[in-house]
């Protein structure tokens, strides 16, 4: 149906697709609505992001260490899993079946790139390891050779069982002094029972190890491909689960290193398998030959199988891998150490009661499409019979030809009828009548099916008549979270499992660095970077509900409208200004303005990073948007940290803020229009607010002028807030 093919039906008796019985010439139109739908559907669960932000489990600091990691680095697993590829496909499973699975696991091949580590290795066996692993100064573990007596060059001499040592092979002299090391072969070898000095034992460079450097991936699992057990309704207590897969018959000789495989014949379970084949190759030429059946079992740890249990079966008979779980938790959770089964359900549909499986809402969908498909065949098979004009030639006219192009001459014959009537050709004009009736009913249908499936309010619908514009769109937005909060809800929470699970992959896999740019305030990027062992907390993830089902831009304005009208917001208001800009990221249509909140908050990361005492330039930098920004800095837990650890120091900021109020006085002074006006009266009020802040008399100021003198030096405050009464600073 989502293809478009509705004109089907199943036949029970023979288990297949039969096309619908109907009378022959009668025309098929398809109008896929069904389609139409569901894409509204896949594009409200993929349009946004799930708001999901981690937080540690205990106060611990490791905890609170691996969460701002998770927090940091959450776009960088999601991109390596390829998230973005998926999240369609996924939707799509979710909305046409209720049901998909994302199973993610840890990919070493050698294709997502390889690295290699320095070795050594013993100078008498193959005892090879990877530096840093052993400690070169103890013997070696594996043939116990230790180092000769007295100083000199680096050599081993291992232990014989006739109680002499073997030396290694001739090496150059390190210098002239000394003979090539073969010749110490000949020194008389101590006895076992002799005591040894122990030197550093001869270790040399090997060959360096080269491994795959892997990589985090995830794959989209539909319905067909996952067996269940269906009676255990609720995911949390499934302990196995059995995977089964299509592969080409080379690929999986070469890949689990196989001559012969059994065929797939008289294998029941690889029916829904053989289905997603039809679907996969039903419009394509490049279907591969033989195809073989993968079935992968997955156990929980139990009394039985302490660390779980995967089973690989290829065919119906061949067993080609038996091991444990390969990934468990790691950090400090409780659980450390415990195997952990890795595959995600996400289920969507609608809940059936005494089943696992959940039943999408395009399963209703279908009736109503058909009945839709059929209004507009009877559309177009009156058009095609009666919406065309037609000619009554009586016989013997001898009308011929009738094209009915423009400007014809039509010869004919009058006919007389009874010897007193004369009859002609008439033209009869074509009739639409019943096509209206027939257009109205697959609107309704069609409306009905929007509703059915929830997404009439979410694409429009109708308003109340006497709301206004604000009221109108939060009543449509209401009950369009109404419709589908419940599909969002679950979509949310299998992907904060699946965070969850590929934090712990991420946790027992990842030796390489991942990095991630990250652009900060004042737009500095600034990369960081994190390794698996970067991981040792434990945490949570928590989901913004409020923040998941996001209001419409036109909302949001029309709501910002009534705010304005009611008075409740000042547009005129700087503050409020900015705020407004950046609720909908116009922050661009003042240039200056991001430009000065951009350079403030610069300012402050040097002053809390280095130690920089920021400088104000006059006539340069806005001191009320300096000033708001450097405002909001101030509160937080850091600068207040900062005032309890090194309060001169943050006092030369709070100065340098200071010192901005007094530049936003002085513009005020300089450019303040005629005694009286309005914005002059709004100058002294500002005046006032600054005169009441409080500051100290005779105290200096931080440096807060570049290339001349302060622009107005303390006097000059005092003198400017003195002509304000008291009374009305305070006000």
Known sequence: FQRGEHWIRVDRASNSLQPVSVPEKFPRVTVNKFAQINNDLISFLTGDRVPMSAEPSTEDREDSATADIANRFKDVFEEEAGIDEIEDELAAWCVLTGNAFLDPYYDYDPKHGERSFPQRKCAFCDFTFKVGQHDESEPCPQCGSIPPMGAGPVLSMAPQGDGSFAVPPALPATDDSMPPMGELAEMSAPSVESEIPVNQPAYVDAEPAIEPVGKLCTDVLSPFEVFVDNSIRHWSKHT??????????????????????????????????KYLEQLSFAHSPLKEGKQVTVFKYYEAPCDEYPNGLMITRVGSKMIVD?????????????????????????QTGDIQPGSFWRRPRADDLISPQQKGNLAFSAVKAIMQRMGNPVWLVPEGAGLKNVTGGPGQILNFRPVSANGTTVTVPQRIEGTMGTVSTFLEIAGITFSEMEKMAGTFFLAGGDVPSGVTAASALSYLGERSVRALASMKRKWAKSQKKWTLIALEIMRGNVTEERVAMIRGRGNRWKAEKFLGASLEGSVNMRIDWEALMPKSEATKRATLSELVRLGAINPQDPEQQRGLLEEFGLLSMKPSASKDAEAAALEYDRFMEQGEIPMLIPMVDDPMVHLMQHADDCKSEEFRELMKANKPLAQQFIDHIMAHATEMIVRRQTFAPA????????????????????QQEGATPAPIRKGQDAAASESSLGALTSEIPPDEAIQ
């Not at 468990?328 to 359900?345: E, M």
């Open 675 to 694: 005694e009286g006006t309005e914005a002059g009266g709004a100058a002294s009020k500002e005046q006032g607010a600054v005169a009441g802040s409080g």
């Open 322 to 346: 038996v091991a444990d779980l390969p990934y468990s938790y790691g950090g400090n959770s409780p659980k450390k150490g415990k195997k952990f089964l890795c595959l995600v359900p996400v």
């Open 240 to 273: 196995r689960y059995i995977i089964a897969r299509r592969y080409p018959e080379q690929f999986a000789k070469d890949f689990w290193k196989l001559d012969n495989i059994p065929t797939d014949d008289g294998v029941s379970q690889a029916q829904s398998l």
